[in-house]
């Protein structure tokens, strides 16, 4: 204990009451478990083939368990614990027999109560190097020792953690800003137009139009998809946005109805487009779901029967769900999407991160491509912890086998960014404005599909006129 009392100065004192003090801002000891966490847990464990694994945060005296895989203990002593001898040194920690190695490496307190043999622990630090806690895997055999591709795996998973950990503290220090608004708050703010008649109107009348928005592959520039997004033309208004009419459209129900419309549309819009080229039949055409519309009944036959009528290929048709319209229907969420699934339809999680409690749920649905919102796409180029958290959500995604669209692209800094941290897909006014589908046709047309580089493309697609619907 000679050399602990030596350690003990006072400027390692400073040191400890800095890291303290950092560890208070994430506001995170006394929350309840993150499941976000657990997905890196489980995935440490599983790649390393280890008994456990855990995510620890050291306070003075205890390390909390935020995350486990493979055990129940939820704190442990500092004193003598695998965390601590991360807190003491300045990178992993490994040690492959524990019988094997010096006494002051072995540590008294692991995860499990019984005895392990081998154990890694990687430092999980905030942007500026103070070290929060540990990831640990642990293995009751003792095992080689890591090889250097397995260490910096280990150690991008501890990264991964830090990257959860700096998206609970934005979210701690904002807790409603994306909470969605209540019913009384909806109906607070003075939204008298339109009302559900002018949406039956309208649609009996047949103002509604689809655009589209290509998706591209980043690398080649190849479109690879198109978004369908919903436009009212309306008489005397002109172009109606969505965000306009669709929540009014999803209050009173006439989001059904209109939906179906929608998803008609876009089925026979599959089929023209394949009949002009059958080359086309690789393009997935998506379409938004609204949570009314998940939460019917026969929601995956309902699909069928759309397909069925239009002699639409399911494997060319996407939808696109957001977070918030899973959560009210969570309890049947996951056999809805299975079902959806079986038909060979994709599925796609819209505005991800704008959720609630976003990668909570991820592994537990069966999405095929994941979008990053566009706010976080817009916040690239602020600095280095937006990029952190948008490289987080790129490798969890990919880490469980999801496709990754940038949405929102609208400078060539975000698009090189984007593509530099291995998002494969984008999309957004950079490469192309939501456009009638006969403007779309003509993009289909180009060579190997392949958008060309010269930003006036972009440039020359302002917002059409109506007139220019009827081409
Ligand atoms: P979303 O599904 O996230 O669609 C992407 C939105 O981002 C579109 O807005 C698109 O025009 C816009 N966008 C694309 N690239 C950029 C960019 O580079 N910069 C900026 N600032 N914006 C970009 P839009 O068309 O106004 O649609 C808004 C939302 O309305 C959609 O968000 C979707 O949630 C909903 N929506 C659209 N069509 C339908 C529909 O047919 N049914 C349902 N239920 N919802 C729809
Ligand atoms: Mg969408
Ligand atoms: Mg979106």
Redesign the pocket.
Known sequence: MKARAAENTQAERRREATRLAALASYKILDTPPDPAFDVITRLAAEFFHADSAALGLADQSRVWIKSSWGSDVREVPRENSIFNLVLAGNGPVVVPDIVECASEQRPTYLLHRRRAAFFAAAPVRTPDGQILGALVIVSDAPRPTLTLDELRTFETLAEMMANLLELHKLRAASPHRNAPRTRAQRSASPKPWPRCNDLRQALERRE?V??Y?PEVDLISRRIVGV?????WIHPERGIV???EF?PQ??ECGM?LP??DW?LAEACHQIQAWNRNDPRNESLRV?????AR?FAREGLADHVKSLLLQSGASSSQLGL?M?ES?LIPNMSTAVDVLAGLRTLGVSLLM??FGTGYSSLNYLHAFPFDVL?I??SF??RLTEGHQPRQIVRTIIDLARALGMDVVG????THEQYRLLRQMGCRYG?????A??MPAAKITALLELPGRLLPESPALAASQEPPHPAELSA
Not at 227 to 231: G, K, N
Not at 286 to 290: E, F, G, K, Q, Y
Not at 407 to 410: Q, R
Not at 427 to 431: D, I, K, N, T
């Open positions: 509604f689809l655009f928005q978004e369908a997004l919903i436009r946005p969505p965000m669709i459209a999803e989001i209109i939906g929608g998506c379409v938004n779901l609204s519309q696109e957001t319209s819209d505005d979008k919102d566009r796409v817009a949405e929102g692209i609208e999309q957004g006014f950079l490469f404005r939501p």
